[in-house]
């Protein structure tokens, strides 16, 4: 399982000119789903985004979590995040998890983080979405917890 986190000053997710999900200060993570996930991967990854160190402390050094401060967390589906683009020109999908499945494993993701966090929102799987953010630094890393995770 992928996250792209993003600390943004603000974030939301329209779908059909609507918004499903919205943050202010926080991070937006989308979330990418391979075959072979399954619930363990979903919980390390939280944890993961939950406790990565990207918020400034006093000092202004990246050494605070969303846990600590926080912000609200705004997650979102995007299967184009495990996609082969090692040849040609034209992106793979085959390392996708089924979308049945990636559904379900992102519905559990959503469902753990409001137990584990008071502010979430997040995008609306299989939909065309609109992503708008403010990154703010820009500050962006790939975690990632693979199958045998």
């Avoid at 363990?40 to 985004?49: D, F, H, M, P």
């Avoid at 050494?63 to 600590?68: Q, T």
């Avoid at 979430?120 to 990632?144: I, K, Y």
Wanted: glycine share 12%; aromatic share 6%.
């Amino acid at each position: 399982m992928i996250a792209l986190i993003q600390r943004v000053s603000s974030a939301r997710v329209t779908v059909d000119e609507e918004t499903c999900g919205s943050i202010g200060v926080g991070l937006l993570a989308l979330i990418g789903i391979e075959r072979g996930d399954g619930a363990a991967q979903g919980t390390k990854l939280l944890e993961r985004v939950l406790d990565y160190r990207v918020f400034p402390d006093a000092s202004g050094r990246m050494n605070r979590s969303l846990r600590e401060t926080g912000g609200g967390l705004l997650l979102v589906p995007q299967f184009t995040l495990v996609a082969d683009t090692s040849t040609g020109t034209r992106a793979g999908f085959s390392k996708a998890a089924e979308p049945v499945r990636a559904r379900e494993l992102f519905g559990q993701l959503v469902a753990e983080a409001q137990k584990a966090h008071p502010k979430v929102a997040c995008g609306q799987f299989g939909a065309h979405m609109q992503v708008s953010l403010v990154n703010d630094g820009p500050v962006t890393f790939w975690l990632e917890t693979g199958p045998k995770a």
